[in-house]
């Protein structure tokens, strides 16, 4: 029993709970923060986009082709197609999102406490709960500009219509459809990140603490903390394990989603048809269009997010 508590707390000194930050340097340096990978990993969007929208006869079939045809015809520029958009709403949706996923990763490990669970066990249980909170909360702000951007990323692209920018598709789309234009696929985007954010944060708790066990941490009642670079090791371990987990368990529903999102109203079909083309198109693997980028996205997305978040939580910790 003593060894399996001085395990908890030396994970628990890689950890910082909510009640343990500064939330007004948070938020501050949390939106700068997190710009920066939002620059950084933004065309992986724009091909995985391109990809899943891609018609039968489109001649780029894949990420390198996607990214090619972009720099041929609009060069950089074009790997940021409606970033602007995503930047714009991208600090309010991140403020949700960190506040409910915090808030509820609390409180959901003191209500799992009662049961005498193992740590990894009781940690995908609250980050899964906290993950897919946080997801709910921030889809209200997140469709609206992922609608608005997905349409500016294939614009041009195997058919569809250009625009002037996120304020013309706005307009356009509340000309042609009203404000539930605006929230088109919002069934399958809830569908889509809810689970993933579940899959994803769970994954990540659950494998740090393997992790930690696995390399024998919190085995010595006078152990040392890990040193920074070790943290940083195994945090960046557990985002790569959870984006591959789940990405290769969301891809299908996000394709669904994307091709929903960017389609017209006056040829939008039913989610039930777009499987049956997608299907007829490339089999069922037509479901896993764009995993590759999304496979990357997801575990550079996430390893590099939760990185710059277990970092932003360091930085913010209220002095003891």
């Known amino acids: 029993m003593e060894a399996s508590n001085s395990r ?10 909510w009640d343990k930050l500064d939330k007004t340097r948070f938020y501050v340096v949390g939106a700068g923060l997190f710009t920066g990978v939002t620059v950084a990993l933004y065309p992986v969007s724009v091909v995985k986009t391109r990809l899943q929208v891609a018609s039968k006869d ?57 049961f005498k669970l193992s740590e990894p066990t009781k940690a995908a249980i609250a980050n899964g709960i906290a993950g897919m909170t946080g997801s709910l909360c921030s889809q209200a702000v997140f469709v609206p500009i992922d609608v608005v951007s997905q349409k500016l990323m294939v614009q041009g692209y195997s058919g569809h219509a250009k625009y002037s920018g996120g304020l013309d598709v706005a307009r356009k789309i509340i000309k042609s459809e009203g404000i539930r234009g605006l929230y088109r696929g919002f069934g399958l ?16 708790g659950s494998s740090q603490r393997i992790i930690w ?98 970092y932003l939580k360091r930085l913010c910790a209220k002095d003891e």
């Open 8 to 17: 908890v707390h030396s994970f628990a000194q890689t950890e910082i709970n």
């Open 189 to 204: 985007s809830v569908m889509t990140y809810s689970p993933s954010n579940a899959v994803w944060w769970a994954t990540y």
């Open 58 to 114: 489109t001649v780029e079939r894949n990420a390198f082709s996607v990214i090619k045809g972009i720099l041929r015809t609009d060069g950089i520029p074009g790997l940021y197609r409606g970033f602007g958009t995503v930047i714009t709403g991208a600090i309010p949706v991140r403020i949700l999102f960190m506040t409910a996923l915090e808030t509820t990763k609390a409180a959901a490990f003191k209500m799992v406490e009662p």
């Open 213 to 310: 066990r696995f390399l024998g941490d919190g085995t010595d009642l006078d152990e040392i903390a890990p040193s920074q670079w070790k943290i940083a090791s195994v945090q960046a371990t557990g985002g790569i394990v959870a984006g591959a987990t789940a990405s290769c368990i969301t891809t299908p529903l996000d394709t669904i989603k994307t091709r929903l999102q960017v389609m017209g109203h006056d040829k939008r079909p039913s989610a039930r048809l777009v499987v049956k083309k997608l299907i007829s198109e490339d089999g069922w693997k037509g479901l896993y269009r764009g995993l590759g980028p999304r496979f990357f996205s997801m575990s550079a997305w996430g390893t590099s997010m939760i990185l710059a978040y277990e």
